[in-house]
T-cell receptor
């Protein structure tokens, strides 16, 4: 059973370009979470999605960032018109759904985005 | 603003040593504290602590939570080179899913 997969592992973009980061959750997991790790900082929660629904995007910047988790295919984190400050490691995690309990999050290897 | 502070930020020890990693937190609506190990890729889950004073143990690793003093420690005994990694502490607040991570402690175990 493959773990959480993220691609690409490394992404280089020039200022003003778009970045698309993909996350395939573990088999059977219907919940996806995105975290960002800025240089010298801890991972920070960005957004929580279930299939076709955004549950909580309170940690995501209001502009240029969007996320989706379609019925078919991977979850996508999209950053439009990237700036140097977007350079970071972006981690995706997935979980099952167990009502009334913490759903253990399994992390992917991350995508390292570098904006030139 | 919620805070999770880990110390030390980095540590170098010899194989066989015992290490203690620290994590303190200031979080509204605390629910649980989690420890992860991060090698060159994905963070992997070690422990989740919800109750004070109950030690969780897995092989040479153990951890305990003090909810009164708002901290947790992760102990590793008889360290091995394979323990070299970044150890992350994260706090789970009342949302039940948003993890708030510290910056991590980078541990290097030398032969």
């Amino acid at each position: 059973n493959a773990g959480v997969m993220q691609n690409p592992r490394h992404l280089v973009r020039r200022r003003g370009q778009e970045a698309r980061l993909r996350c395939s959750p573990m088999k059977g997991h219907s919940h996806v979470y995105w975290y960002r790790q800025l240089p010298e900082e801890g991972l920070k929660f960005m957004v929580y999605l279930q299939k076709e629904n955004i549950i909580d995007e309170s940690g995501m910047p209001k502009e240029r960032f969007s996320a989706e988790f379609p019925k078919e295919g991977p979850s996508i984190l999209r950053i439009q018109q990237v700036v140097r400050g977007d350079s970071a490691a972006y981690f995706c995690a997935s979980s099952l759904q167990k009502k009334g309990a913490y759903n253990e999050q399994f992390f992917g290897p991350g995508t390292r985005l570098t904006v030139l | 603003e919620d805070k999770v502070v880990q110390s030390p930020l980095s540590l170098v020890v010899h194989e066989g040593d015992t290490v203690t990693l620290n994590c303190s937190y200031e979080v509204t609506n605390f629910r649980s504290l989690l420890w992860y190990k991060q090698e060159k890729k994905a963070p992997t889950f070690l422990f989740m602590l919800t109750s004070s004073g109950i030690e969780k143990k897995s092989g040479r690793l153990s951890s305990i939570l003090d909810k009164k003093e708002l901290f947790s420690i992760l102990n590793i005994t008889a360290t091995q080179t394979g323990d070299s990694a970044v150890y992350l502490c994260a706090v789970l607040a009342n949302s039940g899913y948003a993890l708030n991570f510290g910056k991590g402690t980078s541990l290097l175990v030398t032969p």
